[in-house]
């Protein structure tokens, strides 16, 4: 089973920052199919980033998703106030398809 | 508009079974997988288990293989769930989700529906 660990498990900024999230995975993950996923209180997850760095239809330029093998990272250049919110990271390369952890990203 | 709609939830005591329902719309259901994922209240996600376009394999996490199936009608546009011998630990929000095909990701997710394991 690949293990997707992220970091950091919080991240404290304001409007207007930059966000950047990490996710590293346990083994090399196939295709480069790793997606990034936002997640709001009493909402479902919402596809933000696949195959590490492809932006899924109608997400903000401001998102963008990079990485290969093993590392990969979210950005979000500018904080919105809506982008406050947790954030999955999930390989789909290989099953068991895994999520990491989490990163919730609050107001500071 | 593609669209999921999960439903069968409930409270069950343990040991008990469920069957849970995703209705979809508005896209070829047999020509894509899907999925189903679970987050247990004020957790992350935990991908439980997956069927292709045709239903002709199945995936399972390793925490409910051999207790729960995974099966779908693409005549009737439906995925199913199969939960026997319920745990306390199979308590949470169960969400399908649609393969968009081609690495693409998964997109979209219904709303889920609340699965409660307690005697």
């Known amino acids: 089973e690949i293990v997707l660990t992220q970091s950091p498990g919080t991240l404290s900024l304001s409007p207007g920052e930059r966000a950047t999230l990490s996710c590293r995975a346990s083994q090399t993950v196939s295709g480069n199919y790793l997606a990034w996923y936002q997640q709001k209180p009493g909402q479902a997850p919402r596809l933000l980033i696949y195959g590490a760095s492809s932006r899924a239809t109608g997400i903000p330029d401001r998102f963008s998703g990079s990485g290969s093998g093993t590392d990969f990272t979210l950005t979000i250049s500018r904080l919105e106030p809506e982008d406050f919110a947790v954030y999955y990271c999930?390989?789909?390369?290989?099953?068991?398809?895994?999520f990491g952890p989490g990163t919730k990203v609050d107001i500071k | 508009e593609v669209q999921l709609l999960e439903s069968g939830g409930g409270l069950v005591q343990p040991g008990g079974s469920l069957r849970l329902s995703c209705a979809t719309s508005g896209f070829t259901f047999n020509n894509y997988a899907m999925n189903w994922v679970r987050q247990a209240p004020g957790k992350g996600l935990e991908w439980v288990s997956g069927i292709t376009g045709s239903g002709g394999t199945t995936y399972y996490a390793d925490s409910v293989r051999g207790r729960f199936t995974i099966s779908r009608d693409n005549s009737k546009n439906m995925l199913y769930l199969q939960m026997n011998s319920l745990r306390a630990e199979d308590t949470a929000l169960y969400y399908c989700a649609k393969d968009s095909g081609s690495g693409r990701g998964w997109h979209p997710w219904g709303q889920g529906t609340l699965v409660t394991v307690s005697s």
């Open positions: 999930q390989q789909y390369g290989t099953s068991p398809f895994t």
